[in-house]
């Protein structure tokens, strides 16, 4: 039986191998070292890359390889077509001018903000195939697996004559990207900010790179964690003093991720005067896995926060942070040190608690960013915003939220979702059927693009109260305490004064009154820094937002 | 107010970096470069380590930094003692008796599968305190949140004169202990198996490492992932043949992760012989995220497998792995590429099952390895073992276990739990509790150390037949039907046979003629190979098994 099995397996084992050694050999003629001339990048690509490849666009929600994805644009399409693209975020424009030259066809990706709209429509005309929509982790997880690619087209910040990459403080996804490629064949291509005789520091080794490229600019970056507190509303502020008193402190929640919003702003900067008015610094908010954002340094300064572990840095922080070296994970060269991969295991497996904000949510709690006619995808928050079964150890917060006491059950991670019950223009926040729902049907994906299913939330938040969702016991109660927040939407128009007050009588039901939290009190007075003025002073002039922040 | 709380922030932002400084330049005397002299060890680590100090050792289920920790059992206790140790695997005598001599006190860890029994005994003699115990990642993670260590100790095969790694193609947890040290003022030192004037590539930069030292013998290393088909029994071939066609043909199961066991093993060597008279190549089994099986070599040498991403290798699989670089990951050096992070991602975000082999389960399918008096700990199954809900991409197995047409409710793992009803020795596998609960409660575990939830096994799958869990309603439908797979164990004999017949007809439960599997076709004879002689011949040569493997 053996030998008969024999016969078919393949011919060669090492096609990858040959046919990458082929490729690099189309362009030798051009390379000092690893090292191509930057006027040669997109014949170069002609060569390095084929038709029906599948191919990865370094392109977060932050730094891009620009450079190398506008060249891409370049390419003559009747050479390469039909490429599929693999791409976190699909941010600018040329991401989507490949696939209308006909240069890609299938995207796998995992968020779309600033382009969801074209995304849609190209979708609709069919110029594009979406393989699927993931989180982060998710798809780098399947370049190891069944996305494994043929080329990853990337950036750093330096490199040195042997192709040694310093990334810099915007570590995110580089390595895993260039570590699933270099060790299966694929070809690494970096474009870097200079090529230099020594670097700071080495991030990424040059055995694991096959081509730098000096681009024609620095690679994009993008301030997408600077929230300016001078936008921050008393709504916001009375939903932070809910959080801290009815979440924070009840659970003990000794780490954690924010998501990105002025409502987990208003959360950062309350601890330095409501937080510490209560008597929590050391007792709670310890410990961080998110981006250096600008509205914490009022809690760093003030002794709050013993670590922040980042995806990746934020534009100005730089000098902040190399300063704070106790606090900051960062390098020999001083400069920070952040890599996505890490930071998304901490935020799913080592923290208490995820903290984020939603536009809309229905009666189950389900929860989504995507509204009509946009296909935004989901970024990192569904790997953080819920209960990981694999997690064992236990935390003071992880066992309070245990809610029975059978020794064969788990405690639970917090997942904190905050909204207002109307957005911005009188549109309920609370809905029947989430946009996301049709968004999905009309994009022909098999389940819905839900970010956070609402099996998974443990705690909603709005200006009304606290639903505290992981005490209810089955649906039918948690859609009541759930109406109970949701004022006078459609979901909250479903509550009745008798259920509510019960709930609140149970404590699965919280009111600002109920946990001694002062609606007068929530103004914009309690604000540790009320301005970006205010957040450069905090950090004794180290912090230097971007120009657009910049308003004195 | 601002003023106010600068006041509070503390006096210095570099304590680490400091801390480290001070301690290095009291070994600067020894030093060539990162290079330590072997001789100066002990006395470097009593220098280098302080008191109360956390302490990463690299130990896990194969490559030990064992040159450092029989060092570290070495140091003179009056000196240094009551250390907080971090551990991945407590697998080597002297992992312990750093407790009993009173320098370390506390440990959190992962595994403790050789050293289970002498744990619960130094931890109930109070010589020992437990922090947690763990999966792999979440102990990493929380080396980038609340266990930030001082100093760590690992192993590589070699160092340069500059401190770059090469750690060879068992890599496991280096580079996630290394970059959780190096980028948070912690001591990093490697001992490697020599130094070298060029490494064949490197893994991991010199400028994460502060101190290489020469050890006395090379790191030690286990064949963790070798089963001889020899000792593969009828019934183990009868669940491996139910599994194929009732479990991944049935669901189209393409990306998987094994469990170590021979039930697994029987499943790889099934692939060649029933599984391709099913004609199921090329529709199932096409990736994997697992250590370098021996016992894969028939399925891959048959052109079932198109790639295998490992946590780390197998001992005597080097050659072979070196000849595939089609099917592994391999460095330009040409031997393999591991890492147990992003295996342990890709095992649980991007595979279609996980399957593992269990030794206890209860009426309620919560299992464990954990039996009475033994303190195993977890490992990295849990992580695999439980559906991520996280996960946003469908694929055809994930969809197929969506078993409500609701577009707000996503797809599903398969976890899929194989176990005999009898375990050796007439003890029944199925119980009315789990020895874990005992074990926990005598530990003052805050939880019972179940290894798989219940709520999180999609599939049980014994000689009895399969019960297909994720389809039952409610917990009492869910009791049913493990106990309609349960023998005449104590789980079994609740079982009613006109309820198992209706579970039958609706497809929740499936004995073997159910699904057209021949229990009188599970013979040895099935098998690709049936001995570890078959598996070389397979390999042509290449896998080269350890000698206690080799009776021929």
Redesign the interface.
Known sequence: ??SE??L???S??????DEKEGRMQAVMRWMSGPVLPTDKTVEALEALVVAEDRIVLEGDNQKQADFLSRSLAKVNPKKIHDLHLIISSISRPEHLTIFELGIAKKV?FAFAGPQSLRVAQLLEDGVLEI?????Y??????L???L?PNVVLVCAEQADQEG?LFTGPNTEDTP?IV??A????AIVIVQVNKIVDTLP????????VDIVVEADNPYAVEPLFTRDPRHITDLQILTGMMVIRGIYERHQV??LNHGIGFDTAAIELLL??YG?ALGL?GKIC??F?LNPHPTLI?AI???WVE?V?SFGSEVGMDEYIR?????F????DGSL?S?R???Q??G????DAFIGATLQM?G?A?SSTVTTGRLAG?GGA?????????????SPAW?DL?TNAD?????RKLVVQTLETFAKGGEPAFVET?DA?EV??KAGM?????MI????VSHVVTEEGIAYLYRTEGIEERRRALAAVAGISPVGLKAKANETAELRRRGIVAFPEDIGVQRLQATRSLL??RSME?LV??SGGLYQPPAKFRSW
Chains 1, 2 share one sequence.
């Open positions: 039986m053996m099995q024999r078919q397996r393949a060669s084992w090492t096609r990858r191998r796998d393989g699927a929509i993931h989180t982790v998710e798809l780098y997880a399947r190891l697996v069944d494994i040694n895993v570590e699933a270099a060790f299966h064949n520091r080495v991030d990424i080794p040059g055995s694991w000794q780490s330095p005067t510490e610094r310890k410990h896995a009022p300064e003030s002794g670590s572990h300063a704070r070296p106790d606090i994970f960062t390098g020999r040190r890599n991969v890490l930071c295991l901490a799913q497996y080592a923290v229905d189950d389900n989901f569904p790997n953080m915003g819920h209960d990981p079964h694999g997690r064992r150890h236990s066992l245990k020794p064969t059950l788990p405690g989430l729902v999905g049907k098999p389940i819905a693009p839900i299913y609402g099996q998974d540790a820094a205010d002073a905090w």
